[in-house]
């Protein structure tokens, strides 16, 4: 193996940021969160330092998600967000520019598409690859995508859930929507302002969501214990909350998944349909790792759903397997540059 890394896969999601290295897997993980002084316009923290700070610093600085529902909403802090992803993975001897792949929401724009490349580019890219999340999270799950059957993926992160039914190599049919992890945490925190009168902050709602959220409801239920401010006394306070009320708050937005899935399989045409009935709905992505979140999508469409095996790495896996495999995979990548 040589002394220094040329390619370079980049997750770059809403929640999450993830780094492939061919050869190597992944080698960082952390959250999309950049802690900005405002005073001075500059960065003082990105990733698991800046996550620590969010709803715990000084006025003047402030720690925001630079990506929004999948595509950068901030340029200036993404571009120094990724360049520093990039020198954190290949260490601080690397001395040739690399070749990176990044990962894009199916729905995005041309003028968004441009916006991750030249990103990439000026945060120290050679070259830059942009494949779409559905492709590269079924070449991570392991689906042979180039053969002539259907493959239908279901992608749920933090800021988008991407829906796609694939067939030799390209998108035959798919949507996008704005509603995943992140949604899902607000309306558990919104169900604890009506329900408790909590006031919660989002690391609490992921934490709910995490350890006692299901997509359906379930006989032998968790109950959690959660620490928040009183709306009324302005107090610290505790309060109980189980599974099935999480249940019941997060019903809109399980939905609204649930839709996405139904829509583009009304839109698959019958041959691919069938394969799909065949072999079932791979489930991937953070979010899809929600309890019983296949059973619901088996439930409410009919279709077998299954979730991929390291549901949270498929993307990112996929990156390192196309980059190793640039030839076999060229028809899949949308811009190159």
Not at 110 to 116: D, L, N
Not at 225 to 241: C, E, F, H, S, W
Request: hydrophobic letters at 45%.
């Amino acid at each position: 193996m040589s002394f220094f890394v040329t390619k370079i896969g980049i997750d770059l999601g809403t929640a999450n940021t993830l780094v492939y290295i061919p050869g190597e897997g992944i080698v960082l993980n952390e959250p999309s969160v950049v802690a900005v002084d405002q005073q001075t316009n500059r960065i003082v923290a990105v990733g698991i330092e800046a996550k620590q700070m969010i709803g715990r610093t000084p006025d003047n600085i402030v720690a925001f998600r630079p990506m929004k529902d999948g595509v950068i909403a901030d340029y200036r802090v993404t571009e120094a967000m990724i360049r520093y992803y990039i020198g954190k993975a290949l260490g601080k001897w690397n001395i040739l520019k690399p070749d990176v792949m990044v990962s894009v929401p199916a729905g995005v724009s041309s003028t968004e598409r441009r916006a991750v490349i030249e990103a990439t580019i000026k945060a120290g890219a050679k070259n830059v690859y942009v494949v779409k999340e559905p492709i590269l999270a079924a070449i991570g799950a392991g689906i042979p995508i180039y053969e002539a059957r259907g493959h239908m993926v279901v992608d749920i992160g933090g800021g988008t859930t991407d829906v796609a039914v694939i067939s030799l190599g390209g998108i035959v049919a798919s949507t996008s929507v704005k509603c995943a992890g992140n949604k899902i945490d607000h309306a558990i925190a919104d169900h604890i302002k009506k329900t408790f009168n909590l006031a919660i902050g989002d690391r609490t709602a992921e934490e709910i969501k995490v350890r006692i959220g299901s997509a359906v409801p379930i006989d032998d239920e968790l109950l959690l214990t959660i620490k928040g401010r009183d709306y009324v006394t302005g107090l610290p306070r505790t309060a109980q909350v189980t599974t099935n009320e999480i249940v019941k708050a997060i019903d809109r937005e399980l939905k609204e998944v649930v839709r996405a899935i139904k829509d583009v399989l009304q839109e698959t045409p019958p041959e691919l349909a069938a394969d799909i009935i065949d072999q079932g709905i791979i489930m991937t992505g953070g979010s899809s790792q929600l309890r019983n979140f296949p059973e619901l999508v088996e439930r409410k469409t009919g279709v077998k759903a299954v979730l991929a095996e390291e549901a949270l790495y498929c993307v990112v896996k996929g990156t390192g397997i196309a980059l190793d495999h640039l030839d076999t995979y060229k028809k899949s990548i949308l811009a190159k540059k």
